[in-house]
Nanobody
Framework: QLQASGGGLVQAGGSLRLPCAAS????????MGWFRQAPGKEREFVTG????????HYADSVKGRFTVSRDDAQNTVSLQMNNLRPEDTAVYYC?????????????????WGRGTQVTVSS
């Protein structure tokens, strides 16, 4: 089970941190990712980290602004979002994938968490 939190309303240029807590004893074996879905749009990949933590991937739209990290001791994966833009407004979802690889697309996700709303005002 995945539970994301930390969403809210922030002005453009601001920052938010989204933690995602996972239950279970096999968290370290999963590749973890963050996706987002804006109104009227499809859910899209934002960023992800492999099971080892040695591989990370970012969508071009967030490179240099967002950072993903994981703490296997705490069963958490976090998304640090800096320099937020109005176009970052969306519901953000935490996701997990079998076999430790980064889930780069929706079909690659095995578990979804409940989303958390992020709204960036201009």
């Amino acid at each position: 089970q995945l539970q994301a939190s930390g969403g809210g309303l922030v002005q453009a240029g601001g920052s938010l941190r989204l933690p995602c807590a996972a239950s279970g004893r096999t968290f370290s074996r999963y590749g973890m990712g963050w996706f987002r879905q804006a109104p009227g749009k499809e859910r899209e990949f934002v960023t992800g980290v492999s099971a080892s933590g040695g591989s990370t991937h970012y969508a071009d739209s967030v490179k240099g602004r967002f950072t993903v990290s994981r703490d296997d001791a705490q069963n958490t994966v976090s998304l640090q979002m800096n320099n937020l833009r109005p176009e970052d407004t969306a519901v953000y979802y935490c996701a997990a994938a079998f076999f430790g690889t980064v889930p780069l697309a929706v079909p690659g996700v095995n578990y979804w968490g409940r989303g958390t709303q992020v709204t960036v005002s201009s």
